[in-house]
Structure formats: C-alpha cells, structure tokens
Nanobody, 120 residues
C-alpha cells in the first residue's frame, strides 16, 4: 500500500485547509486510517482516525470540534478537514494505514508528510 498526502500549505490563524491522502491497492477499504502530525522539535502525535467503513471516528482532544476526518472508499482517499486553525497546529501531517486508532507504532503503512503552517 502506498499513501500520498497532499493539501498542506500556509494559512492564517482561523483559516481552513483540507488534507487528502490517496492510497493505492485494493485493500484500502479494510484499513483503519489515521492522521498524525509532528511539529518542529516535538514527537509525532495522533490527530484523528477513522474506521474502515467510516462509521467511527476518533480525535485527539486538541483538535476535537475543529478537525473532521472522513473517507471515500470508492476513491481510496481519506481526508482531514481542518477548521479554526491555530499556530500550534503547525506541523508536518502524515497519513497512515492499518493500525490501532491512536497507537502510532501499530500502523503498517505511512505516507510522506505534507507541511501545514499556520501564521498568527
């Protein structure tokens, strides 16, 4: 499985961005998908995850109510809609497949990151 994240960029505080992660392979619809981020000088952290069917979603407390994860299994794509962005959301965002919700070490497949920069 190969994952390709896109959609990062520079945005002002309070603005919005939508990240996309396109996956190759026919098994996408069977995977839990997750978004993670790593800010400069910090460890990678969980942001959001979605069940294989899309029926269940999970969020880190710091983004709950502002970010929305979704997926389109017909397009092999998972999205992260980010609203009300804050400077502390600045990080490299990566998508991952086939893991246990928020546990980073359990994810088998990782995409390259996309940089999100939020200016104050």
């Amino acid at each position: 499985v190969q994952l390709q994240a896109s959609g990062g960029g520079l945005v002002q505080a309070g603005g919005s961005l939508r990240l996309s992660c396109a996956a190759s392979g026919r098994t996408f619809s069977s995977f839990v998908m997750g978004w993670f981020r790593q800010a400069p000088g910090k460890e990678r952290e969980f942001v959001a995850a979605i069940s294989s069917s899309g029926g269940s979603t999970y969020y880190a407390g710091s983004v709950k109510g502002r970010f929305t994860i979704s997926r389109d299994n017909a397009k092999n794509t998972v999205y992260l809609q980010m609203n009300s962005l804050k400077p502390e959301d600045t990080a490299v965002y990566s998508c991952a497949a086939d893991g246990l919700i928020a546990t980073i070490s359990t994810y088998r497949y990782w995409g390259q990151g996309t940089l999100v920069t939020v200016s104050s």
